[in-house]
């Protein structure tokens, strides 16, 4: 990990992802994995917890369950056998009995996994988290509870038509068609009952989930990867704010020199010049930017859509600010019919001061660009790793 801090302090952030992306699986055993647990209320999430944490309701540790029991915030619940892995209990979407909806205050992109529960028929609440998800890069199950309740109140209608079998495949094949329309391309659909945990699909789930566990694991670790990079993006800028009151100094002087105007366009050019040498130094040139591109396997211009870079008319603008300067020389010079030594130290003044805000605005702009270009080189990664 210091090496891909290193290299991304030095803007080296083709060579830092490198490093990242090519480690082997089992490198990432011990990264924490949160997995958030989320659906409509009275759909059987804490039931669904408790079943995966192989705990009984009111057993110590359990997630709270039955008639009345309401979910009102996230819940966290180590799991006792998939090692660095929480589940989260969510609060239910999509409305609550006392008139707000808990689910809204809920921060969804802190959790690195989400196991979708929904129970009846596939609706417009599974579609909008399907939604949120999505939109967030992340991965997601999608578990059809209660299927012993389904079983039952079929063969009450039906008994003489009952079929375990094809009942099961159209629940499931409902769900599939419903993430379809939501533009998964490849559903991974179970039907469980936290009753019966070993029929059904709960065993395949508590497998499968067992084989993608390093792979999601993986994810985790690379999406979080640009804010493990914050630190040291404050840490360069820092350093690099340091240093630039030579060149404010020496804008300054330019200011300073008896001549109303003189410092603006050498200002306008240094500031953008020193603009482009941030963008060198912190690893989003053109050059560095397509490497980066061809090693996430995005384009150059996706991840160039993530900066914000200054344009010459913004700096021009903070500029104007050297006209004090000038008009008061001005003044001096043809109604005090002197030197303008006032004049000379309010522009090298203001000029020192204006040029010394726009340099730290550039390398702040820069580190911030820098942090939204890897998260944009990251978004996605994750979705190869399953």
Not at 20 to 41: C, D, Q, R
Not at 88 to 96: F, H, I, Q, R, V
Request: net charge positive.
């Amino acid at each position: 990990m210091e090496d891909f801090k290193a290299a991304i302090y030095h803007g080296q952030l083709t060579d830092a992802l490198s490093n990242m992306l090519t480690k082997p699986l089992p490198s990432f055993n011990n990264t924490l994995l949160n997995i958030a647990v989320a659906g409509e209320p009275g759909s059987g999430k804490s039931s669904f917890v408790n079943a995966m944490l192989g705990l009984q309701p009111g057993d110590p540790g359990a997630a709270e369950t039955g008639i009345g029991a309401t979910t009102l915030e996230a819940k966290p619940y180590r799991h006792p056998l998939l090692p660095q892995v929480t589940l989260w209990d969510l609060p239910g979407k999509g409305g609550s009995p006392f008139g707000e909806d808990p689910f809204a205050k809920v921060d969804l992109n802190r959790f690195d996994f989400f196991i979708v529960v929904g129970f009846q028929r596939f609706r417009t609440t599974h579609a909008d988290l399907v939604h949120e998800i999505q939109s967030l890069g992340k991965r997601f199950y999608f578990v059809r509870t209660k299927a012993d309740l389904d079983l039952e109140a079929s063969k009450r209608q039906q008994p003489s038509a009952y079929n375990e079998e094809e009942i099961l495949q159209h629940i499931k094949e409902d769900c599939n068609r419903g993430l379809r329309r939501e533009g998964v391309t490849d559903p991974q659909v179970f039907i469980v009952s936290t009753w019966e945990t070993n029929r059904f699909d709960f065993p395949l789930l508590q497998e499968r989930l067992k084989e993608d566990l390093l792979r999601l694991k993986r994810q985790a670790f690379i999406s979080n990867l640009p804010n493990i990079c914050l630190p040291v993006l404050e840490q360069k800028k820092a350093s690099m704010k340091k240093r630039i009151w030579a060149k404010a100094l020496w804008l300054g002087v330019i200011a300073a020199l008896p001549v109303p105007g003189l410092s603006f366009f050498p200002a306008l050019y240094l500031c953008m010049k020193f603009h482009t040498w941030c963008y060198h130094n912190f690893g989003l040139d053109d050059p560095s930017l397509a490497n980066l591109a061809k090693l996430v396997g995005k384009t150059a211009m996706a991840l160039k859509a993530a900066t914000k870079p200054l344009t010459t008319a913004s700096v021009a603008l903070w500029r104007l600010t050297d006209l004090v300067g000038a008009s008061v020389m001005i003044v001096e010079y043809f109604h005090w019919h002197h030197f303008p030594i006032i004049g000379c130290m309010v522009s090298g003044g203001i000029s020192f001061l204006s040029s010394s805000f726009l340099l730290r605005k550039c390398i702040s702009a820069v580190a911030g660009d820098t942090h939204r270009v890897l998260i944009e080189a990251v978004k996605g990664e994750g979705k190869k790793s399953i």
